[in-house]
């Protein structure tokens, strides 16, 4: 059996006092379009130099297709990637650039070079000097710059920060078409709504811990119902005496409630014959933001409520 892409066991990395990385466990399959979100400081970065090697852990281990990336450079064979905001002489041209890369990774890699530019959209103004490129031009030569080498794995920190809503759009279909051409790639964002049109399964993590594993589908789980009606009090009581709905969130005069679907109408005529006047019922899906958003809320509570247990 083929080694998964990306194997990682209790992985930790300190600087001094502080754990930045924090016994972390995840494992990205052949073919995964992974998002590893977070917060900003949560360790995402942290974690993706250890993968390629930049930086060595404090314990645990990493493996690529089986190889420990800190054995050497043929431990990289078949990854690529970029950690933050890619690098380009901006003096030189969009093809200039590649082709020293190229120069350097050696083997067929220059051959590679106009498939990659035509990938990521760039052919058109590769002669240009990269100084006069948008951000979102040089994340996708960024790409570009990986997909010279051919890779089986593609490693990519944040590439949709700082892009316009044009340069988020196109970004998020590169991304979804090098994993529909059999790339396996891991997304570190914080871009929930990003992650959730282009990833297939996601890993959170917060305080350098890692909190759920789990595909996207699965993690945004069923549809809620969206509720209006008054008065408040008596709706309160009325989804209290059914027994089988959950109130998540009630702001601005608006329920959001977690029931199976096929039991919306009788949530409706339970209010209706308690006399509660309903102006709204509707389903919602669940937004992977609004799911994260409750977990890393836990977390961060918890480890507030662990900070004041040693004070």
Same mark, same amino acid.
């Given at each position: 059996?083929?080694?998964?892409?990306?194997?990682?066991?209790?992985?930790?990395?300190?600087?001094?006092?502080?754990?930045?990385?924090?016994?972390?466990?995840?494992?990205?399959?052949?073919?995964?379009?992974?998002?590893?979100?977070?917060?900003?400081?949560?360790?995402?970065?942290?974690?993706?130099?250890?993968?390629?090697?930049?930086?060595?852990?404090?314990?645990?281990?990493?493996?690529?297709?089986?190889?420990?990336?800190?054995?050497?450079?043929?431990?990289?064979?078949?990854?690529?990637?970029?950690?933050?905001?890619?690098?380009?002489?901006?003096?030189?041209?969009?093809?200039?650039?590649?082709?020293?890369?190229?120069?350097?990774?050696?083997?067929?890699?220059?051959?590679?070079?106009?498939?990659?530019?035509?990938?990521?959209?760039?052919?058109?103004?590769?002669?240009?000097?990269?100084?006069?490129?948008?951000?979102?031009?040089?994340?996708?030569?960024?790409?570009?710059?990986?997909?010279?080498?051919?890779?089986?794995?593609?490693?990519?920190?944040?590439?949709?920060?700082?892009?316009?809503?044009?340069?988020?759009?196109?970004?998020?279909?590169?991304?979804?078409?090098?994993?529909?051409?059999?790339?396996?790639?891991?997304?570190?964002?914080?871009?929930?709504?990003?992650?959730?049109?282009?990833?297939?399964?996601?890993?959170?993590?917060?305080?350098?811990?890692?909190?759920?594993?789990?595909?996207?589908?699965?993690?945004?789980?069923?549809?809620?119902?969206?509720?209006?009606?008054?008065?408040? $009090? +008596?709706? =309160? %009581?009325?989804?209290?005496?059914?027994?089988? /709905?959950?109130? *998540?969130?009630? #702001? !601005?005069?608006? &329920?959001?409630?977690?029931?199976?679907?096929?039991?919306?109408? $009788? +949530?409706? =005529? %339970?209010?209706?014959?308690?006399?509660?006047? /309903?102006?709204? *019922?509707?389903? #919602? !899906?669940?937004? &992977?933001?609004?799911?994260?958003?409750?977990?890393?809320?836990?977390?961060?509570?918890?480890?507030?409520?662990?900070?004041?247990?040693? /004070?």
């Amino acid at each position: 059996m083929a080694a998964a892409p990306v194997e990682i066991r209790g992985l930790v990395k300190r600087y001094g006092e502080i754990v930045a990385v924090d016994h972390v466990d995840l494992t990205v399959q052949a073919g995964d379009v992974y998002g590893y979100l977070g917060p900003n400081g949560a360790g995402k970065t942290t974690s993706l130099r250890m993968m390629l090697g930049l930086i060595v852990p404090t314990e645990g281990s990493v493996r690529l297709f089986g190889r420990d990336p800190q054995a050497g450079v043929a431990a990289l064979e078949g990854v690529a990637g970029f950690v933050e905001a890619p690098r380009f002489y901006p003096y030189l041209t969009g093809r200039r650039n590649l082709e020293l890369l190229a120069a350097f990774d050696g083997g067929d890699a220059a051959e590679r070079l106009p498939e990659a530019l035509e990938t990521v959209e760039l052919t058109a103004r590769a002669k240009d000097k990269v100084g006069g490129y948008s951000h979102g031009m040089r994340q996708r030569l960024g790409i570009a710059a990986a997909l010279l080498r051919d890779p089986k794995l593609l490693l990519l920190d944040e590439p949709a920060t700082g892009l316009d809503p044009a340069g988020m759009r196109d970004m998020r279909a590169l991304i979804r078409r090098l994993g529909d051409e059999g790339h396996t790639v891991i997304l570190s964002s914080h871009m929930l709504g990003e992650v959730q049109q282009v990833c297939d399964r996601v890993g959170v993590i917060s305080y350098g811990r890692m909190i759920l594993e789990s595909t996207v589908e699965e993690l945004r789980g069923e549809s809620e119902l969206v509720l209006r009606a008054s008065p408040y $009090d +008596v709706v =309160r %009581a009325t989804l209290d005496d059914l027994g089988y /709905v959950q109130v *998540v969130s009630a #702001a !601005d005069g608006e &329920l959001r409630l977690r029931v199976e679907e096929h039991l919306t109408g $009788d +949530v409706t =005529r %339970a209010l209706v014959l308690a006399g509660v006047e /309903v102006r709204e *019922v509707r389903r #919602a !899906d669940r937004q &992977l933001e609004d799911v994260f958003f409750e977990i890393t809320t836990n977390e961060a509570s918890n480890e507030a409520a662990k900070e004041a247990s040693h /004070v």
